[in-house]
């Protein structure tokens, strides 16, 4: 059984940094690919960060340069230091794998910036 479960979320001033830590259970974590959304309130939710299963990274224009994915396979752990926050990255965070056409889901966290 696949299982995300992440923490780290917060509240926090503009400007201010986060580090949210995903880790993944049932699953090969070292072969994954894993991702993380945010959703705004009353906003659709979408692409943050992903990382490669050979660390190649990729992120939304809206983050880049602020937020930096990075993972830990010996911890089965992916990561999102999240830097300059802005009012804006106000979401629920959610890490998510996709395993045989089929895509994961944690719980979420909640990330509040204030200004």
């Not at 070292?30 to 992120?59: C, D, H, M, V």
């Amino acid at each position: 059984q696949v299982r995300l479960v992440e923490s780290g979320g917060g509240l926090v001033q503009a400007g201010g940094s986060l580090r949210l830590s995903c880790t993944v259970s049932g699953t090969t974590f070292s072969l994954s690919a894993p991702r993380w959304y945010r959703q705004a309130p009353g906003k659709q939710r979408e692409f943050a960060a992903s990382i490669s299963n050979g660390g190649t990274t990729n992120y939304a224009d809206s983050v880049k340069g602020r937020f930096t994915i990075s993972r830990d396979n010996a911890k089965n752990t992916v990561y999102l230091q999240m830097n300059g926050l802005k009012p804006e990255d106000t979401a629920v965070y959610y890490c998510s794998l996709n395993i045989r056409a089929y895509d994961y889901w944690g719980q979420g966290t909640q990330v509040t910036v204030s200004s």
